[in-house]
């Protein structure tokens, strides 16, 4: 079981930044996939980014070019950098982890870590 801690969230302006991080309980390239995902209140869980094993970003089109993932510089963590907040990035942000090799196989998921945008 891979356990995932989120922090870094908080109170942002609009054009504001913020950095997330993701704490795993082991070593992130352990994974196949690292991400991020985000759900505002009566949406749905919606992608955001993500790293692969080989180190091939993803991200969703409305975040293209103002997020920004990346491995940190421990080996347990994930970090997504925001810039150029806007009222749409307001969420709930989840790191996400899945690996296939067992042992352990399976998806994991952090609790979560709000992201409010207010002026």
């Known amino acids: 079981q891979v356990q995932l801690v989120e922090s870094g969230g908080g109170l942002v302006q609009p054009g504001g930044s913020l950095r997330l991080f993701c704490a795993a309980s082991?070593?992130?390239?352990?994974?196949?996939?690292m991400g991020w995902y985000r759900q505002a209140p009566g949406s749905q869980r919606d992608f955001v980014a993500s790293v692969t094993h080989d180190g091939h970003l993803n991200y969703a089109d409305s975040v293209k070019g103002r997020f920004t993932i990346t491995r940190g510089n421990t080996r347990n963590t994930v970090l997504l950098y925001m810039n150029d907040i806007g009222p749409e990035d307001a969420a709930v942000y989840y790191c996400?982890?899945?690996?296939?090799?067992?042992?352990?196989?399976?998806?994991?998921w952090g609790q979560g870590t709000q992201v409010t945008v207010s002026s």
């Open positions: 996400k982890a899945e690996r296939s090799a067992p042992p352990g196989a399976g998806t994991f």
């Open positions: 082991e070593r992130v390239l352990n994974m196949d996939v």
